[in-house]
């Protein structure tokens, strides 16, 4: 049944692209009003796409963007109930004069790897979501139904940071009550070998401020006697490493897991390159833990990062003085395991208990969000695996996210589901930038391994 | 005969002042070109009353505004012969709101030490200049000349930074070979206490830049792998202070002399309070090396400050980034012995010797200067303490300067003259700020002050 299924995807692979580009050649840009209009044009065409395929779709109102609800039921209660997540908005397309086409007439291009579909939201996100829709579209026209319970959601503002989602979700919530939620906003780990999203590093956000004299002095005059804050600042945030790279807020490793045997050994197959992968950005040896390999240092460890420093004088030349104040700004990737609120109290400790006399601290915490890791031997995952395996003749590659992917965090929050992040991007495909693209080969093989997927899931 | 030109000055001390007036009436700010007549008003002003005097006395252009030279020679190549040094030019009046009178129309205004001269340029540096004008004019009005060969040598611009001094010490060189420098711009320990300015620090100036990736980078996708040079320059300039204060630089206290013992007595009779004196400024705790008193930290001791500091994200909330580069500002202030030269050096040693891999540092020297110390020892300084301790019923105060004064520097490295400071301004004058005043009785015994230094220094 499933090689039908495959073979329908295969056959009408001219109908879906045909389907794609009406939904890319809509400039659903969400960060501007002026497309507003655009934005319901794509909800529509989202809704009236899904309604025509039999799914009981319709729009969801927000105070922002409208979402659309879908559902396919049919499978009944006892098939598992998967939500696929997607977004039908984009980004801006400037610069324009960077694009080789019009954004949003979409092109077919040959390029190294066969042909590929060229516009604004070729693979982010409309084509990975017509991808899921037509897998859907070929197990309904072969066998009449979908293995599982369905339910889609799309939101129109994933490109301007959500700022109705948890909205849709509280409006929603029966809805969208189900076993897992579906993610195909990623990427394939090269275009051989398919990826699956294991863990992601959660984030927690500090700002610290050391105050000294109530107003800056000459440098000449006080320079000896009074305290400096920016001296302060940068003994207490330079012992923030070890020699070893471990970072020495207190407790700061506690509750963390060693990395899963399969995560490691699936690594160690991927044949990464930190000297490629550091290469390319002008850096050559790994910084992180001197202990842990490349991989775990960018997936699996904490980090405790200062992104922004100021303080004094930042002009031409030299001034003589000591400011009153100094600012740091930080960020701690954060994993499973780790309390992102006791690692800011820790932080915290951390730098009072290393202040000098006549040196103060005030922080403002910036956000903080839990590391988090699917469970490897979660029925949808053991699935995946094995459906993604199927298709391209490989089991997937098990790999780390260094930064936090804010719907995962939402979905785990609002509705207490995990999410299986499985995409079919390339890493060159240049989303949010000119010439965005998606392989036609990975389009194609996109829908195939939905397809295979739903099959999968359906598998207990 | 000093009793009798003492008793002139007390008796003439309301034409003193008239003409004092008369000299603070002229706009004469430098860095504002609009009175760039102003300024010619003032240098024409200064010549024709020490011609008047009976001085040889012209004025001396230069690139920028001109100079006055005038000499009084009659006491013949066996005295000492002494080279005063001022200015005539006055900073900005701004904020003119600020102001309770005119800063051009100089009052008597009644103070808590008695009247009080209110005017731009009262104290800074007319007054000053005034003073020792009529200090000679006792002189010569009493016995007919003066007790020492005598050059003066005023400037125009120094409230702008002096761009055209070297140029007229250049053009003067020869007018200008003299025993030492006698300078008046400075301010007494206190109301009751004289002093003399006996050492200054000096200055090594230095900008830090370290590099890590080739742009930025996102702390999420790169964080743990990548070198942040922001966690690099803090971890290097953390280091920079031992916890007893020290400055970790290699070879930093090279060739540094202990503090000379009549020095160390003088400071110790000051009753200086490091609680009242940080108290002003929210500080209460010596912030230096433990081992040194608050004056020696002050004065004597070198510093390394951190003067600016930048890089990455200063914005609002937070961003996930590794920048590319982070930059310091530090000074260094010197004591006599230190080479700065050698100083910045051995920064750049104790930067580089402790960079990780992947960071590249990049350094400006932006200035430097070597402290200065007077001999104590020299026959002018004999003189001038027992000239001020005979005005003023006790030794003057032989404090340090903690930031450099650059007239010094240029005469000692121009000229190769050492400069005995010696003023009557008071901490609260308010010198470069609204409401400038230099108290009448300040006024009044600098007078006396200078007369007596004139004769003290004949005495040989």
């Known amino acids: 049944m499933l090689d039908a299924v495959l073979q329908s995807i295969d056959s009408h692979l001219e109908d879906s692209l045909a389907r794609l580009f009406e939904f890319l050649r809509i400039p659903s840009i969400s960060a501007q009003s002026a497309h507003a209009a655009d934005c319901r044009r794509a909800v529509e065409w989202a809704r009236d796409t899904l309604a025509a395929m039999g799914f009981d779709a319709r729009i969801s109102e927000t105070a922002g963007l409208p979402g659309v609800i879908a559902q396919y039921h049919e499978a009944g209660p006892s098939a598992p109930h998967v939500l696929f997540y997607g977004h039908y908005d984009v980004q801006p397309a400037d610069p324009l004069n960077l694009w080789h086409s019009d954004p949003f007439d ?9 042909k590929k579909i060229v516009a604004r939201g070729a693979v982010d996100d409309k084509g990975q979501v017509v991808s899921f829709f037509e897998a859907c579209r070929a197990h309904l026209a072969v066998t009449g139904t979908l293995p599982v319970r369905l339910t889609i959601l799309l939101e129109g503002e994933e490109e301007c940071g959500s700022p109705s989602l948890i909205e849709l979700l509280t409006n929603e919530r029966e809805n969208l009550a189900s076993d897992f939620v579906l993610v195909a906003d990623t990427n394939m ?46 003994k207490i ?85 000591i400011p009153s104040t100094a600012t740091a700004k930080l960020t701690f990737r954060l994993v499973p395991g780790q309390n992102p609120a006791k690692i800011l109290e820790n932080f915290k400790t951390f730098v009072t208990s290393r202040l000098p006399p006549d040196a103060k601290a005030s922080f403002k915490s910036m956000g903080a969000a839990p590391g988090f890791a699917v469970a490897l031997d979660a029925p949808f995952m053991r699935a995946a695996q094995s459906a993604l395996a199927a298709e391209f003749g490989q089991p997937p590659a ?60 359906a598998e207990k």
Chains 1, 2 share one sequence.
């Open 189 to 234: 780990w090269n275009f051989a070998t398919p990826a699956i999203t294991a863990t992601l590093r959660g984030l927690a956000a500090a700002e610290l401020t050391i105050t000294g004299p109530a107003r800056d002095l000459h440098s000449g005059l006080y320079g000896g006697i009074a305290q400096n804050p920016i001296n302060a600042l940068t």
């Open 237 to 321: 945030l330079g012992q923030l490493h070890g020699e070893d790279g471990k970072i020495q807020i207190p407790g700061f490793y506690d509750g963390i897991a060693p990395i899963p045997e399969a995560l490691q050994s699936s690594w160690a197959k991927l044949g990464f390159s930190s000297a490629e992968f550091l290469g390319e950005v002008g850096l050559a040896h790994p910084a992180g833990e001197a202990k842990e390999s490349p991989l775990a240092q960018l997936w699996a460890r904490p980090t405790a990062d200062i992104n922004g420093i100021f303080g004094g004088y930042q002009g031409e030349g030299a001034k003589t003085v």
């Open 106 to 114: 979409p092109k077919l291009i040959d390029g190294p790897r066969g």
């Open 398 to 457: 098990l790999v780390g996210s260094g930064g936090s992917i804010p719907v995962v965090e939402i979905f785990k929050t609002q509705l207490g589901l995990d999410t299986l992040l499985a995409g079919f991007g390339l890493d060159d495909d240049c989303i949010h930038s000119p010439n965005e693209k998606f392989e036609l080969a990975c389009f194609h093989r996109g829908m195939r391994a939905q397809a295979r997927l739903l099959a999968a899931f």
